[in-house]
DNA sequence: AAGTGGTCTAGACCACCGT
DNA sequence: CGGTGGTCTAGACCACTTT
């Protein structure tokens, strides 16, 4: 953790408590830089990383405003529908419906960077919330992963967190691609809706710091369960829209 | 125009002009300081700026990297549908189906920040690529937008383009909930499906530099048109899911 | 006039990458 | 190991807003 980020952590976190009304001002950077005896230049850094995500808004010659005390929870509980969850203050489940090995598909294979054909592992997963179920799930493991996760039970509730403790294995970096659709057959039977009703779908490719592909997911949620929020600005983006 | 924005735009040009390839890597940040006959900070200033419209990617310890000869990325392109489509060598097309101004409702008036009750311009919107209708676009205007967007011809392919150009508006952050929702009878109509065919929300709320709220939307896409996409690290991410 | 954020400088040390 | 980007410092001056 740099300096830099632990004000922008502190200061958000003072803001989100509501020490600072929306609307309202900011100590100056000079004030700032004395509180936490640190340069200018760091405090800057950490205001512009809050604005960057939309929390605050800087004035010429006037001062920094907060323009939303809402929390942008990042990547780590994007990474994990039980971690996400818990920090809502909401019970995650989860079981297995399916689990087999299979050698990969072209696709797959590709997606996973493998020469030769190698057995991976797919797991088809429903996933509730305070006893509701709103997401099926269904994740396909790359090769070096596949004894790791046929060692877990088949109701751990949280596989990342797993995978971390257990093994030491980290999801550094993930691309989501988010889109609707309608609900197979299997879908609607899963879920206990209509076939073709609507589905809020994430598909996902997640890495390891390493940069080895560990697993491709889709997630197919009911609507009305969750929703995906992006925060963006001129000076950083990670969102994008693409044809499909 | 500053120095560390003439540095970007000569880089930019360099760029785009074939002078590094695509893959290739930049000069060091020294190397760079040096030619510029400027601090090492402000080349750093001008590199992140091109970072954040994809164009570079730092790698620690190693370099510069251009990603993408391409201009505009990112946000710049998810702010308006218009320049998205045409970076992507579609063509966009809108029509207006409604334009009305209405005094702001209490939601409405706690979005903008309103005191009192003043007018707001709401307009729905269809859009096309390539001559496809793919969706349908509400967006409700801010009371001091309102002016400026009824002047604008109802066939503006970009509203968001044209705000820049005549006012010097600029949209400078964005938040965006993603949800899939069934198609209303409205939707329907407009889209030509069937009613509570699935589709792929996507509200949002835009600000200006200043942080003053402009315009409040709820798009519409049919599946299968758009997917949206969002890379996360560890680092640094802008995505997180919501209960709704 | 005083205070604020925006930019810039010229150093320094660190973590990381390649050889 | 030397070179690279990532962070941090302690100043300086400027443009802008507020009083």
């Known amino acids: ?5 632990t004000i922008a952590y502190d200061l958000s976190r003072r803001i989100s408590d509501g020490e600072f009304p929306i609307g309202g001002s900011l100590p100056s950077e000079h004030q700032l830089a004395i509180h936490y005896e640190r340069a200018r230049g760091t405090v800057r850094h950490a205001l512009n990383l809050l604005a960057s995500r939309g929390m605050l808004v800087a004035r010429q010659g006037s001062g920094w405003f907060i323009q939303s005390t809402l929390q942008q929870h990042g990547f780590t509980q994007l990474r994990s529908f039980a971690q996400w969850a818990l920090t809502k203050g909401m019970k995650p489940s989860g079981r297995v419906v399916s689990s087999a090995t299979m050698t990969a598909s072209p696709a797959q294979a590709r997606a996973f960077r493998l020469d030769t054909l190698q057995s991976v592992l797919r797991v088809v997963r429903i996933r509730g919330l ?15 992963l596949v004894d790791m996760i046929a060692s877990l039970p088949g109701d751990e509730v949280s596989v990342v967190q797993a995978l971390e403790e257990r093994f030491g294995i980290v999801t550094a970096h993930a691309d989501h691609s988010i889109d609707a659709v309608a609900a197979s057959s299997e879908d609607a039977r899963l879920l206990g809706v209509r076939r073709s009703s609507p589905l809020l779908r994430v598909r996902r490719h997640s890495f390891a710091k390493d940069g080895r592909p560990m697993e491709s997911g889709d997630d197919r949620y009911l609507p009305g369960s969750v929703a995906f929020e992006v925060a963006s600005s001129l000076a950083s983006s990670t969102l994008s829209r693409t044809i499909s």
Do not use: H, L
């Not at 953790?1 to 980020?5: A, E, G, L, P, S």
């Not at 509701?132 to 493991?141: N, S, W």
């Open 130 to 144: 305070d006893g509701r179920e709103i997401m099926c799930e269904r994740t396909v493991y790359a090769p070096w």
């Open 1 to 5: 953790m740099t300096i830099f980020q």
